[in-house]
């Protein structure tokens, strides 16, 4: 190859690689735990329709959607203890299960830092709350944190699809 064909391919792969759609994630606390390892590598390409897979800067993270909007996962979290918080039980039809904590952030008019809120369902609130579920009884933990945005353009049902990766982390407890 020519010097010329190669500084030109070299300069079209610097171009597509300045395209690649890059989600920033801090890792979690222990994104090192191998079960991490097993939980990305177990992950959908697609979380359904425009949720395509996007690809992040720390080990044990995944992304999809836009890079503006995008639903996070991070493996390695602190396991949560025995909670009050709300708890539910996703099931997939080939009988796969997670707990889920469920956690809501209101998202304040005047675009200052969320705050808590008690709303703790999806489908009631709609595009009004960016959305965090942490997987309960396993060991590293999951979370999942779901924009506002996306929650109003569909429902969180998308995250059966997360099950089974997630159910590579053994459940050693289980929503009461």
Same mark, same amino acid.
């Given at each position: 190859?020519?010097?010329?064909? +190669?500084? &030109?391919?070299?300069?079209?792969?610097?171009?597509?690689?300045?395209?690649?759609?890059?989600?920033?994630?801090? &890792?979690?606390?222990?994104?090192?735990?191998?079960?991490?390892?097993?939980?990305?590598?177990?992950?959908?390409?697609?979380?359904?329709?425009?949720?395509?897979?996007?690809?992040?800067?720390?080990?044990?993270?995944?992304?999809?959607?836009?890079?503006?909007?995008?639903?996070?996962?991070?493996?390695?979290?602190?396991?949560?203890?025995?909670?009050?918080?709300?708890?539910?039980?996703?099931?997939?039809?080939?009988?796969?299960?997670?707990?889920?904590?469920?956690?809501?952030?209101?998202?304040?008019?005047?675009?200052?830092?969320?705050?808590?809120?008690?709303? $703790?369902?999806?489908?009631?609130?709609?595009?009004?709350?960016?959305?965090?579920?942490?997987?309960?009884?396993?060991?590293?933990?999951?979370?999942?944190?779901?924009?506002?945005?996306?929650?109003?353009?569909?429902?969180? +049902?998308? $995250?059966?699809? $997360?099950?089974?990766?997630?159910?590579?982390?053994?459940?050693?407890?289980?929503?009461?």
């Amino acid at each position: 190859m020519s010097l010329r064909r +190669t500084v &030109a391919f070299g300069g079209v792969v610097l171009i597509l690689s300045g395209c690649a759609q890059t989600v920033g994630v801090p &890792a979690a606390e222990y994104a090192q735990d191998p079960e991490c390892a097993r939980v990305i590598l177990a992950l959908p390409d697609s979380l359904g329709d425009g949720l395509d897979r996007l690809d992040t800067t720390s080990q044990a993270t995944a992304a999809w959607g836009t890079p503006d909007q995008a639903v996070v996962l991070r493996c390695g979290v602190e396991p949560p203890g025995p909670t009050t918080e709300q708890c539910v039980t996703m099931e997939t039809a080939s009988g796969a299960t997670v707990d889920w904590l469920v956690r809501a952030e209101s998202l304040p008019a005047d675009g200052t830092s969320p705050s808590p809120t008690a709303t $703790l369902d999806p489908a009631s609130d709609p595009g009004g709350s960016d959305w965090t579920f942490l997987s309960y009884g396993r060991d590293p933990a999951i979370e999942v944190q779901v924009p506002a945005a996306v929650v109003g353009d569909r429902s969180t +049902t998308f $995250l059966d699809a $997360l099950v089974p990766a997630v159910s590579q982390v053994p459940a050693d407890r289980s929503c009461v």
